[in-house]
C-alpha cells in the first residue's frame, strides 16, 4: 500500500515549488517591495474588496474613469489578462510591442503633426476624435494593482489604445457610445471589466437602450469577435494608414454613425413639437 504523505512533508514541498506555482500571501502590515514603479501589492481580499467597490462607484458615476480602471486591474487575473499576453506572445507583432514597450502620450504621439496628416488617415481621425471629445493620451490611469511587470504593460497597452478602438469606429464617448465600444472589447478581448461595464445600460433613455440593443450591442459582439486582436496592433506605425483600409484588415465593419442618428431623432422631436405647437396657435 502506498504511504500517506505525512502534512508537514506535505507542506515543505508545496513551498519548494517555484514561486508562481505557489499561492503568495502577505499581510496589509508587511507587504513586499513594488515589483515596477507606481505598483501597489494587494492582498486576495483588498482586491475582491477592490473589485466590489470600483463596480459599484462605476455604475453610480460612469465617468469615473479611476474606478473603471481599478475595475479592470481587480477582475483581469488570474485567466483573461495573462490569456492576453499570450496572445501578444503568439503574434509577430505583438511579440514587438511587447519588447519595445511603447506609450501613447502626448509627447509620443505628437498630435499637432497628427492634425496635419491627410483626411481618412488613421492619425488623423485619432487626433479629431480626441480633440472632439476634449481628451488627451494623458487621462487614462496608470496601472498599478497588477502584480506581474509584463502583464502590467499589457493592460496599460490597452488602456492607452482604447482611445484609438474609438476613432476607428468614431463612437463618441458618451454613455451610450462607450458601451457599445466596452462590448466589441469584450468579445475581442475577454477582459471581465468590459463586460461589467455593460451594467451601465440600465442608466441609458429607453430609446437609447432599444437601440443599443437592437443596434450597436449585435454589431459589437459580431465585430468583436471576428476581427483580429487589437492589443497586436502597432498603432504607431498605422498613423498613416487609411482607416477604411485598417477597418478592412482587421475585420472590423464600420459601425452606424450614433451622432448622426441622435441628430436625425432630435431634429424630428423638435419638429413634431413645433407642429404641436402650431396646431395649439391656430
Same mark, same amino acid.
Do not use: G
Given at each position: 500500500m502506498r504511504a500517506v504523505m505525512p502534512p508537514?512533508?506535505?507542506?515543505? +514541498? &508545496?513551498l519548494a515549488l517555484p514561486t508562481?506555482?505557489?499561492?503568495?500571501?502577505?499581510?496589509?502590515?508587511?507587504r513586499p517591495q513594488p515589483n515596477y514603479p507606481g505598483h501597489v501589492p494587494l492582498t486576495y481580499i483588498e482586491k475582491a474588496a477592490l473589485a466590489v467597490g470600483s463596480a459599484f462607484g462605476?455604475?453610480?458615476?460612469?465617468?469615473?474613469?479611476?474606478l473603471i480602471a481599478s475595475l479592470g486591474e481587480a477582475t483581469a487575473n488570474p485567466y483573461f489578462?495573462? +490569456? &492576453?499576453h499570450r496572445a501578444m506572445l503568439s503574434d509577430p507583432t505583438g511579440r514587438r510591442i511587447l519588447r519595445d514597450k511603447p506609450?501613447?502620450?502626448?509627447?509620443?504621439?505628437?498630435?499637432?503633426e497628427l492634425r496635419k496628416m491627410d483626411d481618412g488617415t488613421v492619425g488623423r481621425a485619432y487626433a479629431a476624435w480626441l480633440d472632439r471629445e476634449g481628451v488627451t493620451p494623458d487621462t487614462r490611469d496608470a496601472v498599478k494593482y497588477i502584480d506581474d511587470p509584463e502583464e502590467a504593460y499589457v493592460m496599460q497597452r490597452y488602456r492607452?489604445?482604447?482611445?484609438?478602438?474609438?476613432?476607428?469606429?468614431g463612437l463618441p464617448v458618451i454613455i451610450e457610445g462607450e458601451l457599445a465600444v466596452k462590448a466589441f472589447e469584450f468579445a475581442n478581448t475577454l477582459l471581465p471589466m468590459t463586460a461589467l461595464s455593460l451594467?451601465?445600460?440600465?442608466?441609458?433613455?429607453?430609446?437609447?437602450?432599444?437601440?443599443?440593443w437592437d443596434i450597436y450591442l449585435p454589431w459589437a459582439l459580431r465585430n468583436g469577435l471576428k476581427a483580429e486582436e487589437l492589443i497586436n496592433v502597432y498603432w504607431e506605425e498605422e498613423l498613416e494608414t487609411n482607416v477604411d483600409v485598417l477597418r478592412a484588415r482587421l475585420g472590423i465593419e464600420a459601425p452606424p454613425d450614433l451622432r448622426e442618428i441622435r441628430k436625425v431623432e432630435r431634429d424630428k422631436r423638435k419638429a413634431e413639437k413645433a407642429a404641436v405647437e402650431s396646431l395649439r396657435n391656430a
Open positions: 508537514p512533508v506535505l507542506f515543505r +514541498r &508545496l508562481p506555482l505557489r499561492v503568495r500571501t502577505f499581510s496589509v502590515l508587511n462605476s455604475l453610480r458615476d460612469p465617468y469615473r474613469h479611476d489578462l495573462p +490569456r &492576453l506609450r501613447i502620450t502626448s509627447q509620443s504621439m505628437r498630435l499637432e492607452e489604445t482604447h482611445d484609438f478602438t474609438h476613432a476607428i469606429t451594467v451601465a445600460v440600465v442608466r441609458l433613455k429607453p430609446v437609447e437602450r432599444k437601440r443599443f
